[in-house]
């Protein structure tokens, strides 16, 4: 189990570049964000190695 805050933050992150719903994320498990997360974070250094 992990804490709420750490869930908030899967959520946020995910929010904030996905623009999904609160209740689309909270549909997702842990694991499924984890993997979003990654996804986005490769995406990111990507575009900032283009820099």
Do not use: G
């Amino acid at each position: 189990m992990y804490s709420v805050e750490d869930l908030r933050s899967e959520i946020a992150y995910i929010a904030y570049h996905f623009h999904w719903s609160h209740n689309e994320l909270l549909d997702l498990d842990h694991v499924q964000r984890r993997a979003y997360i990654q996804s986005i974070a490769e995406i990111n250094q990507l575009l900032e190695s283009r820099d």
